[in-house]
């Protein structure tokens, strides 16, 4: 049972989070996509011959240009690969139009439709694992532990204040007591 | 209870074949799929599940209690399995959580035991938690023997060896986002293991072997033992003439593990030195460590040139001997990327752990071309002409390919060399070496998707011909039969997914002669007949032309609906949910019954199937019984009313 709940109206993702287009001679497959935040796009270039990408879009903290170089195809290194994580920190559910040039001509547009990611997620792998793109995930995510962080910060002065209040009432219990005593003895 | 059984197909979402009040013979064809749950459907519904087609009959059922205890002692457990007892058959509580299931033996001796002691009929259940074995030699009187439980799941896949001596369970890592836990938050997620339990003593299984795979383990996995094949240089010496492979799906391809530098492959093929008389439990710790070795052996992905786009991911791989070739194969199951078929008949004798030269693919089947020329070309015949965006459309019932069975032998017109040879039409001959007629023999392998959701379609269960391994080209396609009724009360004319997997095909099996059974989940156990595709499909020049494949075929052929069965507890017990327990409340995947994960055919003509929720059901379609083999149902629901 594996797939992440999706439904759109052309070529869909799931499975792996990643989304493949094969770069061929006088066509790209596919031409056309939807995808999820967070899924990664792969562009292979299976022919002889470097090609550039590039797109421009408006993302959440500002435009976004991006531009890749594939050299040409080569089953041994993944230089004829371009990737692109569509992480949710940057990107908005649009359409990103992704321009191929030969040469500096432009030869191809691609359309992806970025659907957005409401996908609860419960935990990520022990050890965290390899976002695509070649960045190391941690177990524990810079923002996680920001987070945790300030949760935890608060979480303690919270407690702090009310360890103060208990002492402070107890010890105003005390001296209340203290000072019935003494009135109680006169 | 007899009221329910009649009242039940006549109480939303159930159909079947419905009988005629006037004439006892005929049927009424009753959808049994309803998407909406409203006032007259509930999927929680159980009686209101129990249906089939007449032609389906219930033969034996276990709901997988072993002795009364959800767990066995601590000492137990991840270490051995306990033995079972035939007085909680069928009594509470149900551990339930089932999923995949695997069945060995010597079906076609009855499974008889040998003088020497082998023999015999097992059947293995994986269910997150643990895993059972049953014996099954005969189908109306299964029991129980043992099982194992581990505290740290998630068991998912089981595989045995064909001795009934080796089991292979994985322990994958869950609720991931590529493989969440639909329906549940359970902190318990699984472990990222390969365990191998000596099953040698069916009523004691032992864990012998355990290995890691970091980070999520595998998905699925098969294994084969090869004796005609020597290593140059044994690496150990107590390797004796035959060999472990092992075939892992890792749900976390080289994208993952690239994180060190090194790109695994998404099959992967380990050798296993195991030696297994020192893995022999008598033995001391030292003795069986040193027959624990496992080597990364090799790997396998799609190249991308090969696809046409979209998600290229390794779901599960199906070892099988191609009848004709004699390679051995994997059929392999990529997702986008199709069907993969790939030759593991010859390892390496040096290990290639990055798959740069082995296993090598054989074949393929995707519905688009895959290449510039030739058989996966534009004008090939290894394709459904469709262009990538179509093929990549889950919306049309396309992508997603989750699983793949191929036959284990031929077929010709419904027959097979099973089947007596006086049986044989004529245009059969004398079998497939036959000088004139043995093209009439055709070796099909099946596959389909699966949809966590789909708002258009539930999948089709793809007939590819796969004679030739080496041109794989499409015969026969099929779907749940049936229109819908959408939620604004038009109709639809597919089956859909509103969620949960709920009407997604799952895994399957192959009979002898043609017939399929496919799991569908919710929708239940489907069996369809494929026997006659070759004498069915319309080619364009009045004659078959293999070597032009898809392109000569102006018409597919029919896969012809036999009937289905939903599980639904034991008709004998009025209310099983609540007299066997059931867990209703806390279920992995769905609180429905039926939700079938797996299910395996047993040549004697019957269908073993793994319910999620309520246990193992054993199931006898009337196409497929044979007198050699007759186990009748010892049950009846009259002589339990009484």
């Given amino acids: 049972m594996v797939a992440v709940l999706l439904m759109a109206p052309t070529a869909s993702a799931h499975g792996a989070n990643t989304f493949a287009f094969i770069m061929r001679n006088n066509s790209v497959q596919p031409d056309e996509a939807s995808v999820q935040q967070n899924d990664t796009l792969i562009f292979y270039n299976v022919v002889d011959r470097n090609r550039t990408l590039t797109f421009s879009t408006e993302g959440k903290n500002g435009t976004i240009d991006w531009e890749c170089e594939t050299g040409p195809s080569n089953s041994t290194t993944t230089d004829d690969e371009c990737r692109v994580w569509l992480d949710p920190e940057y990107y908005n559910p649009t359409i990103l139009e992704i321009q191929i040039s030969n040469n500096r001509t432009l030869w191809h547009i691609v359309n992806v439709t970025i659907l957005l990611d409401n996908h609860t997620e419960n935990g990520p792998p022990e050890g965290g694992f390899t976002l695509p793109g070649g960045g190391q995930e941690p177990s524990e995510s810079s923002d996680g532990i920001e987070l945790q962080n300030i949760l935890l910060m608060g979480a303690i002065i919270s407690f702090t204040a009310a360890a103060c209040i208990w002492i402070m009432r107890n010890n105003f219990r005390e001296y209340s007591n203290n000072i019935a005593k003494e009135e109680e003895e006169e | 209870m007899t009221f329910l059984m009649l009242a039940a197909p006549l109480s939303g979402c159930i159909g079947v074949f419905e009988p005629d009040a006037d004439e006892s ?76 299931i695997a069945i ?109 795979n970091p980070p999520a383990g595998f998905h699925n996995q098969d294994l084969h033992v090869y004796c005609d094949w020597e290593p140059a240089n044994p690496t150990a010496l107590w390797q004796d003439d035959c060999h472990l492979f092992l075939f892992g799906a890792d749900p976390y391809p080289e994208m993952v593990e690239g994180s060190s530098g090194t790109f695994y492959k998404g099959t992967q093929v380990f050798y296993a030195l195991i030696d297994f008389e020192g893995l022999n439990p008598t033995n001391n710790n030292e003795q069986q460590n040193a027959s624990r070795e496992i080597i990364r052996w090799g790997g396998y992905t799609p190249e991308p040139q090969t696809t046409c786009g979209g998600s290229i991911f390794n779901h599960d791989n199906v070892f099988f001997i191609h009848p004709i070739t004699k390679q051995k194969m994997l059929a392999v199951s990529y997702w986008g990327a199709g069907l993969r078929l790939v030759d593991v008949s010859e390892p390496p004798q040096l290990a290639d752990p990055l798959g740069i030269s ?74 497939p070496t036959d000088a004139t007629y043995s093209e009439n023999w055709r070796h099909y392998t099946y596959i389909a998707p699966e949809y966590g959701s789909n708002a258009n379609h539930t999948g089709f269960i793809w007939t590819i011909d796969t004679t030739d391994p080496t041109k794989p080209f499409l015969v026969s396609k099929w779907k749940l039969p049936g229109e819908s009724t959408l939620a604004d009360g038009t109709t639809h004319p597919h089956h859909y997914i509103p969620g949960g997997y709920i009407f ?3 895994n399957g099996d192959t009979g002898l002669s043609g017939h399929v059974y496919w799991t569908h989940y919710h929708a239940g156990v489907w069996i369809t007949d494929h026997g006659h595709i070759w004498d069915e499909l319309v080619w364009e020049n009045g004659y078959p032309e293999p070597d032009r494949g898809f392109q000569a075929i102006t018409q597919l052929a029919p896969s012809h609906t036999l009937g289905y069965y939903l599980p639904a507890g034991p008709d004998w017990i009025e209310d099983p949910t609540n007299t066997l327990g059931y867990d209703m409340a806390d279920c992995w995947a769905s609180c429905m019954i039926p939700f079938d994960w797996g299910l395996q055919y047993d040549p004697r003509g019957f269908v073993f199937i793994s319910e999620m929720v309520s246990g193992v059901y054993v199931v006898q379609f009337d196409e497929d019984y044979d007198s050699r083999y007759d186990y009748p149902a010892l049950w009846s629901v009259e002589a339990s009313d009484e």
């Fill in chain 2, 358 to 431: 082995w296993p090598p693919e054989t074949g393929r089947w995707l519905g688009c071309p895959t290449d510039d020329a030739g058989w996966y070309g534009p004008d090939g015949g290894g394709h459904a002409n469709m262009d990538s965006d179509v093929w990549l459309n889950a919306n049309d019932g396309n992508d997603n390919i989750h699983y793949a069975v191929p036959q284990d032998n031929l077929i010709c017109s419904g027959i097979s060399e099973y089947d007596p040879i006086e049986t044989w039409p004529e245009h059969c001959g004398t079998g």
């Fill in chain 2, 104 to 212: 060995e033996g010597n079906f076609l001796d009855d499974c008889e035991i040998y003088g020497d002691g082998t023999g015999g009929c097992f059947a293995y259940v994986s269910s997150y938690n643990q895993f059972e074995i049953l014996d099954i030699s005969k189908p109306n009187d299964i029991r129980l023997l043992s099982t194992y439980y581990a505290e740290i799941a998630r068991m998912i896949d089981i595989k045995v060896t064909s001795d009934n001596n080796w089991v292979l369970v994985n322990h994958e890592l869950t609720n991931s986002e590529l493989d969440p836990i639909p329906n549940d938050d359970d902190a318990n997620s699984g472990a990222n293991r390969l365990d191998l339990i000596y099953v040698g003593d069916k009523t004691s299984p032992i864990k012998v072997a355990e290995w890691d």
């Fill in chain 2, 504 to 506: 997604s095909p799952h």
């Fill in chain 2, 25 to 100: 013979d005929s049927w009424e064809w009753i959808d049994p799929v309803t998407e909406i749950e409203d006032g007259n459907h509930s999927h929680n519904d159980l009686f209101a599940h129990r249906l089939a087609t007449p032609n389906a009959q219930l033969i034996d059922y276990h709901n997988l209690n072993c002795d009364g205890n959800v767990k066995p002692p601590a000492e137990l457990d991840n270490v051995a399995g306990r033995p079972c007892f035939d007085e909680f058959k069928n009594t509470g509580p149900t551990p339930g959580d089932n999923s995949e």
